[in-house]
């Protein structure tokens, strides 16, 4: 396979096709100053990178959306071009709420469809609005989810035409085969995105033993505020960026 700055896309397991180097736009929405996400986007873009990482969790997929489609009417891409990774967030996992969690997700970036919908997290929080539920003494606020439920809810979404590949993210080896496993599955994980390393050498290994033809997607990190750990990289334009730990395994 030939892969080249201006070309660097494997295939997925469902006929589409994932840049192999994205950029993660997550940036601590308190922090970020108004417009920096869509600056980055766009010097991203300019550089060469076609692989955006978001999620509505981030509070910024407006701009996202704004720098695709500016670059878009610049001429600069196509909207084939630009492979866009979005992810639905632990409140929103009841089947009811996935299709309509998505098209915020489109109605912010002004879109028509994304390129990859992963479920972010297997556990559930309290379904709503607030991102972080906790009860009056700080405790996390869960709530009992069925995954199966949650993935039929996407595989709907992707038959509409609304995503067109389906993933998920932080999954160990047995919430990985409830999907696999699941009577009347039509559309299997393309991938599996592991983030901050959360899962153990050897889970990933058996993770990866799932699959004998695994390959992995590196992102790059905007990170915007001091601290933490990763990488530091300067992007054109004199942006900081981190390089994540950030690991995708791709499916056959």
Known sequence: ???SAAYHR???????SIPIIGL????EPRLTPKGTCARSVKIAIDTGYRHIDGAYLYQNEHEVGEAIREKIAEGKVQRQDIFYCGKLWATHHDPQ???????????GLQLDYVDLYIIEIPMAFKPGDEFYPKDENGKW???????????????????????KSLGVSNFNRRQLELILNKPGLKHKPVSNQIF????????????????????????????????????????????????????TSIYN
């Open 1 to 3: 396979m030939y892969l």
């Open 10 to 16: 494997i295939p997925l397991s469902d006929g589409n």
């Open 24 to 27: 993660g736009t997550y940036s």
């Open 97 to 107: 709420m996935v299709r309509p969690t998505l098209e915020r997700t489109l109605r």
């Open 141 to 163: 606020l869960y709530h009992k989810s069925n995954l199966c439920a949650t993935w039929e809810a996407l595989e709907a979404c992707k038959d509409a035409g609304l995503v």
């Open 196 to 247: 901050d390393f959360s899962l153990t050498e050897e889970e990933m290994k058996d993770i990866e033993d799932l699959n004998k033809n695994v390959r992995f997607v590196e992102m790059l990190m905007i990170k915007l505020w001091s601290g933490g750990g990763g990488e530091e990289v300067t992007m054109a334009g004199g942006l900081k960026a981190t390089r994540g730990h950030v690991r």
